[in-house]
């Protein structure tokens, strides 16, 4: 007989269940978020644990680290897949969340998550930091220019961050109510602005210093940003049978409904990593309105404009880089003009 034991997950937390082959509850526990806690629980079930099981989250990557290295069989199991399925129960509770993530990893109904490694996750959090940075940054700035209409001052349209503060600053020094509200405000900005540049230096290094990266900045709009997202998503590029596949995992492929006379394809899926599709979006944008060089991509890319529309062009060029990418890591080759182009 199998035996496999579903863990419903939360912060500080979590409920286990644990399942025979047939279906029948065997045990129940409300334990601590902690390794250890699992662990103990399951070392005193008396007959082995054939896989444990949580659906994906925050508290992810460590417990399944961790149970692994204890020696269990442990599966991630997508978050849409397992909610579907829970949502049939009448009553949400932990404990019942716990039992249906059981029922869900007996019968196999499940697709496993990639698990990404501890480099991967700390290029994203460099990337995640960098970005808020960025956007407070931006919000700051955005604060003192609302705050400066009231009196009648109205910036520029454009002023480049380096410049803002001495932009500002000559504009209010002589009134003393703007000093005593804005100049606190101008100084926060500038010390966010200034960790800002040191996260960019760190991200560019970053990307000049590995290889994969510096292969897939050879493709026009690819910049260190794309590149290091891009390859700290994918992680492992030997986990996608076909290039195709990348597109479509990042959401960038349309959703379809067919049933019966009905088969209304819709817009793209938006599945996956929202960072990574917003980061392709872009780099695709100045493949076809920022870069001179000509390409087949490029000249496939404007061909579709003039078809399709602006953003259709720029999503099908966007889901073109997400394959090319992946091909180019797989088979260690450096981006060809004259090569690339082709159907999406």
Known sequence: ???????????????????????????????????????????????????????????????????????????????????????????KTDKNDARGIAQVLRTGWFRPVHMKSREAHGVRALLSTRKALLKKTVDLANEVRGLLK?????????????????????????????????VPLLDARVVLYEHFLELDRRVKRAASQDEVCMRMMTVPGVGPIASLTFKAAVDDPTRFKRSRIVGAHFGLTPRRYQSGEHDNPGRISKAGDRDVRATLYAAANALLMRTMAGSQIK??????????????????????????????????????????????
Not at 39 to 65: C, D
Not at 164 to 179: C, K, N, S, T, W
Not at 315 to 338: N, P, S, Y
């Open 1 to 91: 007989m199998e035996y496999f034991a579903g863990i419903d997950v939360s912060l500080r937390s979590c409920a286990l269940c644990i399942v025979d082959g047939k279906g029948t509850v065997l045990l129940e526990r409300e334990l601590p978020c902690e390794v250890r806690a699992i662990t103990e629980w399951l070392g005193t079930f008396p007959h082995p644990i054939e896989r444990v099981g949580f659906e994906a989250g925050t508290m992810s990557q460590h417990l399944f680290f961790g149970l692994k290295a204890a020696g269990f069989d442990v599966v991630c199991m997508e978050a849409h897949q397992v909610n579907a399925a829970l949502s049939a129960m009448r009553n």
């Open 150 to 182: 009231i009196f009648g001052i109205r910036l520029p349209m454009t002023v480049k961050h380096g410049s803002f503060d001495g932009v500002v600053r000559p504009l209010i020094e002589m009134d003393e109510v703007l000093v005593h509200a804005l």
């Open 299 to 344: 000249s496939w890319g404007m061909r579709l404009m003039r078809t399709k529309g602006r953003r259709r062009a720029v999503v099908a060029v966007a889901r073109k880089l997400a394959v090319l990418l992946h091909r180019m890591w797989v088979d260690g080759t450096e981006f060809r003009q004259d090569q690339v182009g082709g159907e999406a």
